[in-house]
């Protein structure tokens, strides 16, 4: 079923955080259970018939969508988080912004070696935060079987970033 009803609960905010940004605020959506659960069910979907063993979801707006679907799936939450935040022992990535860069980090028994992983983040912009995401589940061992997002900003082109990865985007721009 197409699912661009759900954008009337994407509200636009221009000029957020910086001037030039279009930014997609999915609050409104977390606030209907209705639509929020479809967007679960969503991501259910194109996971049917496939065994995975853990949501790998990116800080914060990713936990937000990744516990309930790890939930949903019966299978583990691995949050990817920013610096400094994830007690042990970590592996990183940096990895450059328009200004300035980022980095992210995943403990580091998190995902076992061979242990199938779904990327899961509410935004794909530039693809820059999901391919540092997915060099540290491959880093681990983790068997990446796709990544998904809530949103795709398709004139960024981030897929292009993501290599052979099969992407999957609930609503596009
Ligand atoms: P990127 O690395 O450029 O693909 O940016 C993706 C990350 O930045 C995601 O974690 C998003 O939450 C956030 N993001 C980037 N652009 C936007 C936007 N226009 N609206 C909301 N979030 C965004």
């Given at each position: 079923m197409p699912l661009t009803h759900l954008k009337h609960f994407i509200h636009d905010v221009p000029?957020?955080?910086?001037?030039g940004i279009l930014f997609r605020d999915i609050t409104p959506l977390l606030l209907d259970p209705g639509a929020f659960s479809e967007v679960i069910r969503a991501f259910e979907e194109i996971l049917e018939g496939r065994s995975v063993d853990a949501v790998a979801a990116i800080e914060s707006r990713g936990f937000v969508l990744g516990a309930p679907l790890a939930l949903a799936l019966g299978c583990g939450f691995v949050p990817i988080r920013k610096?400094?935040?994830?007690?042990?022992e970590t592996i990183a990535r940096e990895y450059a912004l328009e200004y300035g860069s980022n980095r992210l980090e995943l403990h580091r028994d998190a995902i076992l070696p061979g242990q199938k992983v779904l990327l899961l983040d509410d935004v794909l912009a530039t693809g820059g935060t999901a391919r540092a995401a997915i060099e540290l589940i491959r880093e681990v061992g983790g068997t990446l079987i796709g990544a998904a997002f809530l949103?795709?900003?398709?004139?960024?082109?981030?897929?292009?970033?993501?290599?052979?990865t099969a992407v999957h985007t609930l609503l596009r721009y």
């Open positions: 000029d957020f955080p910086s001037p610096a400094g935040k994830l007690p042990r949103i795709e900003l398709t004139f960024l082109e981030g897929r292009g970033q993501l290599g052979e």
